[in-house]
């Protein structure tokens, strides 16, 4: 028998026969068993390390679950040397991996392939009462869940060790490696995932921007959003960046900056008042003469107008333009103001609509160069150069400069029919897992719009087969990163128009209210309703149609999120 002097004092390192146990002098309680498989229980929240949706690519999500017994939840210690480990999941083959060598606050932890590299080996520091922390020997950084979150699905990532609960984890034995899991080491259809419903009663744990309840809202008026209980109001941040550094600082917006989001106020207000105001108002919203705030998403559409600044334009050749170290540079110091104007609003921010598709075009998604490091050093320079890097730069932003606000991935999944598999890894690849939620726009314009002759005549009206397959697209990408999905820019239409300007038929607004069990079975959040095109039905124009089905559904308590 071999002892050595172990990690923190008090505590040794004895090796028998290729098994080695760490031994707490003042408390055997801790113990590590190199033959066994462990469910790391986190103290803080009481849910185990858990590998999301049983994935098995390099760079899959890690977060945290309500234990199981299952194989995605079993984690080995393979002996890396020097006090070190590496911890390896039953299910996937995969080790804890510090994502990208990063070591900034924050960042991910995730799988990847065993390459026994030092991002992938922590050390066990003696927690209280039997707990350890996870200490990766790269960041010197400790393993734990995002904003301390208590719900299915928190995201698993490292930050500065500060011995906090959610930073402690207990490792309870679950059996002995070559055994066989007391339960599938694979998906099946009653299987947990991250979105999937968990109680048995219909009552629903989840939570989402404060609610249970499947969210409603959408684009419209102050006297419309007053009208009925609305939760959520959207609009979109769409310009180039601001054309001057100078108008992060000047208190009063000029004449030439008009053309830039952060002064289309005109130059009587400050830079940045779009945001700072309209969250005010609806901060202020009322129902029935009661106060009753509501919250913003903001859609933020500006590497789209960065193609124009290249001189690329729409759809693939705008992707060139974040491989331009002063394009990029100007539009992550616009997007920090725009985070910054946020503050510590609860907001969602919807990232970027089109781009991941036509970035995905253009193949594997780690691989489309970006200058992301250059382009922000401070916030991002541990990040990948890549749209890969360039996405979890923007999340990891909004998470930093707007801690209260909830960001989403567009989804933008063109060839999602025929290709769904490709759809799931390249928004793993793009990291969504370490975002709050995905978003996507169902149409946008009203189906009537698009029946006219003069528009193409093509069918877009709903029926239960087509909304069942956008449905289980929704929900398939949902459990794939762990993140609920938010509907955006649903049409307004009301069938009972007459399909003029602001009048187009549609039925898309009674088939959410009316299926709203199916809705909130996607793992659907919020159902927001607006025009994305001119001449479309709004709210104003719909006949009220919009308003009623809102307050009905509030009086009958809304629907669960599951």
């Known amino acids: 028998m071999l002892a050595r002097r172990g990690f923190w004092a008090g505590l040794v390192t004895v090796v028998v026969a290729g098994s080695a146990v760490v031994v707490n002098q003042a408390s055997a309680d801790t113990s590590l068993d190199l033959k066994k ?86 050390k066990l520091a003696k927690s209280p009462n039997g707990n350890v922390r996870l200490i990766n020997r790269f960041s010197g950084m400790a393993v734990g869940v995002r904003n301390a979150a208590k719900t299915n699905g928190g995201g698993v990532v490292q930050d500065r060790d500060r011995g906090a609960a959610h930073q402690q984890w207990k490792l309870v034995p679950a059996g002995s490696v070559g055994t066989r899991p007391s339960s599938p080491s694979s998906p099946t259809p009653s299987s947990p995932s991250p979105s999937s419903p968990t109680p048995a009663n219909g009552s629903s744990t989840k939570s989402f921007m404060g609610s249970n309840r499947v969210l409603i809202g959408g684009s419209m008026s102050e006297a419309s959003a007053n009208a009925a209980p609305f939760d959520v109001r959207y609009a979109y941040i769409h310009s180039q960046p601001a054309p001057s550094s100078a108008a992060y600082t000047a208190s009063r917006c000029k004449d030439e900056w008009s ?22 108002v609806a901060a202020k919203a009322t129902y029935q003469g009661k106060s009753r705030p509501q919250k913003y998403l903001w859609t933020w559409y500006s590497l789209r107008d960065l193609g124009d600044a290249a001189g690329e334009g729409d759809g693939p050749g705008e992707v060139k333009a974040i491989n331009r170290l002063d394009l990029l540079t100007r539009y992550l110091n616009d997007y920090r103001f725009f985070l910054q104007k946020i503050g510590t609003s609860h907001d969602l921010v919807d990232l970027e609509p089109d781009f991941w598709g036509f970035a995905r075009s253009l193949g594997n998604l780690h691989q489309v160069p970006a200058q992301v490091t250059g382009a922000n050093p401070t916030d991002c320079g541990s990040q990948e150069n890549s749209a890969a890097g360039l996405s979890r730069c923007l999340i990891s932003m909004a998470h930093k400069y707007a801690p209260n606000t909830a960001v989403g991935l567009h989804l933008s999944c063109f060839d999602w029919e025929s290709n769904l598999q490709k759809c799931v890894k390249d928004y793993a690849d793009l990291g969504a897992s370490n975002a709050d939620f995905l978003a996507t726009d169902v149409s946008d314009r009203d189906a009537g719009w698009y029946a006219q002759p003069a528009h193409g005549g093509s069918d877009h009206f709903w029926n239960d087969q087509k909304a069942a397959a956008s449905l289980k697209f ?36 009674d088939w959410f209210f009316g299926h709203m069990d199916q809705v909130a079975n996607a793992h659907i959040a919020g159902l927001l309703f607006g025009a994305g095109w001119s001449e479309q039905t709004t709210p104003e124009s719909d006949g009220g149609n919009l308003i009623r ?14």
């Not at 830039?260 to 309209?278: D, I, K, R, S």
């Not at 990408?477 to 602001?502: D, F, H, R, Y």
């Open 37 to 122: 498989w462990y469910v790391l229980v986190n103290r803080n929240s009481g849910k185990v390390l858990d590998d999301s949706a049983f994935a098995k690519n390099d760079g899959a999500a890690v977060a945290q679950w309500t234990r199981t017994g299952r194989a995605n939840q079993q984690w080995r210690f393979v002996d890396a040397g020097d006090g070190y480990y590496r911890l390896q999941n039953r299910n996937s083959g995969k080790v804890l991996d510090d994502f990208g060598w990063s070591k900034t606050a924050g960042s991910d932890i995730v799988q990847w392939k065993d390459l026994n590299a030092a991002n992938q080996q922590f």
């Open 259 to 280: 053309g830039w989001w952060g002064c289309w106020g005109g130059n009587t207000t400050a830079p940045g008042n779009q945001v700072t105001w309209q969250d005010s």
């Open 474 to 509: 929704w929900k398939t990408m949902a459990e794939s990163v762990g993140k609920p999905v938010v509907l955006w820019q649903i049409p307004v239409g009301n069938m009972a128009g007459n399909n003029t300007p602001g009048h187009f038929k549609d039925d898309k607004v």
């Open 549 to 562: 089905k809102t307050i009905a559904y509030y009086n009958s308590g809304g629907t669960a999120l599951k």
